[in-house]
C-alpha cells in the first residue's frame, strides 16, 4: 500500500496522517507537514488551522484572491464553514489548547521532549513566528522530519545543542525510519518504518531510547 | 471631524525617531500606499512593529531594505533577507517575539493591561530578561505591552465613521493595532457613508481610527 | 460529530458540583431554555460564573432563586434581591469581580494565559488576597484565569458545524466563554447549513462549540 | 437659560453637559448621568459606550428590539455609524483609555479623588458592575451627585469611609452647589452653582478646599 512512496517525505507525511483522528483541529507547519492532508486515511478528515487568521485552510478553489493566504504566505482556500478571525483570535485557539495537533520538522529534538527548530546562531535566524506558541499551546505535538541531517548527523539527540523552540514539548517524533513516542522515561521506539531495522535507527540516533516490546 | 484624507496629507504624520505598528502577515494586509507615502516622507530611525518583515519588495519590506528601520520588533524575518543581513551588519536591531506574544503584548497596549502571563518562550532564549511568575505551580513569562506612535492599517471597507471591516486573511495583525497607537491611519478599498455597515459587522470602531485613506 | 441536539439531552450534560459559566447580560443574551433545563435537571452545588445575577424570574436568576447555586462568581448582584438575601443568610458564596477583569479572566482561562495585570481594582478592596506587580512604575494587579466545566451560551444564528453570530448587545460574555468551558453548548435561535455564514462575518468558529440547541 | 431647571438633577446634568467636547467617546453611569444628553450644548455631540457591548447609544427608534437594552438593562437604540461588540472589547475599550469622558453618581468622594459608589457593607451590596474599570481607565472621571445625602449628610469627605470603587481616581466633582477639581494639592472649589454662596458649599462640604480665585 504505501510502498508505491519513494519519496523519504512522503513515507514521514503518510505516517504522520495516521496519527489523525476524524475531526481534529490541525495546524501544519510549513514544508513536510503540508503534505499530510494527502495521506489522510479513509473516514478521517481534519479540520486545519492557519495561523495568519483562520480555520478551515484547504486548497485554492477557483481565482486567486491576493488576501488568502496560508501561513506561508502562499495562495489558499477556505473550506465551507470555515471562519477568518485576528492574529489575537488565532493564538488564543493555539495557546488556548483548541488544536488538537500541531505538526513541525525538526532541526533538534532530544530525548526531553525539547525541541529546536527555529534558529541555527549565527547563520540562519528566521525568527520563530508561531512555532513557540504552537509547540506550548497544541494538545499534541508531532515533530515530523527526516531522521538526519544532509551531512548526516542524528538529528534526534540527548540533549539539543540549539536554542530551544520550546521545552519539554514535543510528543511524538516522525522519520522516515522510525516513530517515538516521549515519556517521562525518555524516549520510547514504538515503530520502526517498512523495511528498516533496529540496528539502522540506534545507529543514527544519538540518544538513548527504550524499545517498545511489540516491536519484533 | 473629517477622517477621511488624500495620499499627499499622509506624510504630515511622519517624524524620525516615532514608532511605527504596521498590520499584515507577509505583506498580505499591509497599507501599500501607507508605506509607500512613508518612504517617501524622507525619515529615519523609526521602531517598526509588524508581524514580520516580509519580503525586499512588498509588505513593510521595503522600509527595512530602504534604511529608515532603527529597530524592528516582529515575529518573523526570514522571507525578507535585507534584514537578516543588516542584523548581523549591526546596522538594525531586531528584537525577535513569538507571534502570540506580539499580538498579546500589542492588545495589551491598547486595552490597558500591564501586561499578561504566557507559558510560550519558558525554557527557551526567550525568557531572557524577564520576569518570571508561578501561577497555580506553572510557570509563565511576564511579557509587557506594545504600543506605538502611529498605526498604519490596512481594511477591506469602512465607512467615514471610521468602522472597519477586513477581508479575508488580511485581517491578522490589523484589528489588535487600531487599539495600540496613537494616531490610527487606516487604508481602504472601499468607502461608504455612515450607517451602511450593519453594526452587528463591524470589526473595529471608528472610535479607533483616525483617518483614513481609500 | 453531530452537534444539533434535543432539550431532552442537555440535562444528560450536568452534574452536581459543576462550574458553569453562563453568557448574559441582565438576562439579553442568555439561554434560556438552557437555564430552564438546568433548572429541571435536579442538580445542586453549582459555581455560577456570569455577568450579573439578573432577576429572580429571568437570565441566570432562576438558577440563584432555585437553590442549586453554591457559588456565584460575577460582577454585579444589585438587580436579584435573592443573591443578596442568600448571601447575607450564608447560603451562597459571592465573589464579586470588576466586570472588565471578569472578562479579562474568562479569556485568560479560554487562551491558555497563567493570568493577565490590570490595574483595575488597585487601592480597593479587590486587591485582598492577589500578588500586585508593578510594571513601569504603576501597580497592577495579577488576576488569574477562569475557566468552567460548562459553558451555556446564546447566539442568534449558527450553522450545523457551530459557526456563531450574535445579534446586538446580546452578544456580550457569550464569544469569551466559548473558548473557556470544556463543553459548550449553545442556544441559537436559527440554525443553517455549513457554508452559509461567511466566513468573514463568523464570530466565534465552531471549532470551539461542541453542542447546538434550537 | 437654565433657571427653567427646578429639578436639582437636571442642575447637575446641565453642568456636566457643559464638559463634554464635540466627538467625545462617553459613558454614562445609571441614573442621574443619563440625563447628560439632554443638555449638551449646541454643536456639541457625543458618542455614547455601553459597557454591554457597543458603541452608539441612542433611543429606542422603532420597536423594542429584546436583545438591545442599555448597561442598566433598559430597552435602548443604536444610532447610525454604531457598532456592537463582545463585552471583553467592550472594557478593553474602556481601560484601554479609549472612553474620553465617564460619569458617575458617587455615595461619597474625597480630597485624594478617591470615590466610593459600589457598596455599603451589610445594607447595600450590588456589586461594582463595570465601575471600577471606567473610573481606571477612562480619560477623565466625573462624579455628578446631589452634594448631601437624603440625611443631610455631606458626600465630599476628606477621605472615603466607604470602600472604594477606585483610588486617586476622579477629575471633577459636580453637585447642584458647586464643581470641584481634583487636583495633588486636594479640592479646588472651581465654581458655585447660580445661586449659590461659598458659605453654603463650605458647610455642606466635609473637605477642606481651596477656592479658584476666578470666583467672586
Known amino acids: ?216 | 471631524m473629517e477622517k477621511v484624507i488624500s495620499v499627499e496629507e499622509v506624510s504630515s504624520f511622519f517624524k524620525d525617531g516615532m514608532s511605527i505598528m504596521a498590520g499584515g502577515f507577509m505583506g498580505v494586509g499591509t497599507p501599500e500606499k501607507l508605506v509607500s507615502a512613508l518612504l517617501d516622507s524622507n525619515i529615519k530611525d523609526i521602531t517598526l512593529i509588524a508581524n514580520d518583515t516580509a519580503f525586499v519588495e512588498t509588505g513593510v519590506g521595503p522600509m527595512v531594505a530602504n534604511n529608515i528601520v532603527k529597530k524592528v520588533i516582529t515575529s518573523h524575518i526570514g522571507t525578507n533577507p535585507e534584514t537578516g543581513r543588516k542584523m548581523i551588519a549591526g546596522e538594525i536591531e531586531v528584537d525577535l517575539v513569538p507571534q502570540g506574544t506580539l499580538a498579546e503584548r500589542v492588545r495589551a497596549g491598547g486595552s490597558g493591561l500591564g501586561g499578561i502571563l504566557t507559558p510560550t518562550g519558558v525554557g527557551t532564549v526567550v525568557e531572557e530578561g524577564k520576569e518570571k511568575i508561578t501561577v497555580d505551580g506553572r510557570e509563565y513569562l511576564l511579557e509587557k505591552p506594545l504600543r506605538a506612535d502611529v498605526a498604519l492599517l490596512k481594511a477591506y471597507k469602512a465607512d467615514k465613521a471610521g468602522n472597519l471591516v477586513f477581508h479575508q486573511s488580511a485581517r491578522n495583525f490589523n484589528p489588535i493595532m487600531a487599539l495600540a497607537a496613537d494616531l490610527v491611519i487606516v487604508q481602504v478599498e472601499s468607502i461608504v457613508e455612515v450607517g451602511e455597515i450593519d453594526p452587528n459587522d463591524v470589526v473595529t470602531p471608528g472610535i479607533l481610527v483616525d483617518k483614513i485613506l481609500v
Open chain 1, 1 to 216: 500500500m504505501i510502498t508505491t512512496l519513494v519519496n523519504t517525505k512522503e513515507v514521514i507525511a503518510a505516517r504522520v496522517a495516521r496519527e489523525m483522528k476524524d475531526g481534529d483541529v490541525v495546524n501544519l507547519g510549513i514544508g513536510l507537514p503540508t503534505l499530510v492532508p494527502n495521506y489522510l486515511p479513509k473516514g478521517v478528515s481534519v479540520i486545519l488551522q492557519s495561523e495568519n487568521g483562520y480555520i478551515g485552510l484547504g486548497p485554492v478553489t477557483g481565482e486567486i484572491d491576493p488576501d488568502l493566504v496560508n501561513a506561508g504566505g502562499q495562495p489558499a482556500g477556505i473550506l465551507p464553514g470555515g471562519a477568518f478571525f485576528d492574529s489575537l483570535f488565532s493564538f488564543q485557539l493555539i495557546r488556548g489548547g483548541h488544536v488538537d495537533v500541531t505538526v513541525l520538522g525538526g532541526l533538534e529534538v532530544d530525548a526531553k521532549g525539547n525541541l529546536a527548530n527555529w534558529v541555527i546562531p549565527g547563520k540562519m535566524v528566521p525568527g520563530m513566528g508561531g512555532a513557540m506558541d504552537l509547540v506550548t499551546g497544541a494538545k499534541k505535538v508531532i515533530v515530523a522530519m527526516e531522521h538526519c541531517s544532509k551531512k548526516g548527523d542524528p538529528k534526534i539527540l540527548e540533549e539539543c545543542q540549539l536554542p530551544l523552540t520550546g521545552k519539554g514539548v514535543v510528543d511524538l517524533i516522525i522519520t522516515e525510519l522510525a516513530v517515538f513516542s516521549v515519556t517521562e522515561d525518555g524516549l520510547v521506539l514504538e515503530e520502526l518504518q517498512e523495511g528498516v531495522d533496529l540496528d539502522t535507527v540506534k545507529e543514527k540516533t544519538a540518544a538513548t531510547f527504550k524499545v517498545n516490546p511489540n516491536i519484533a
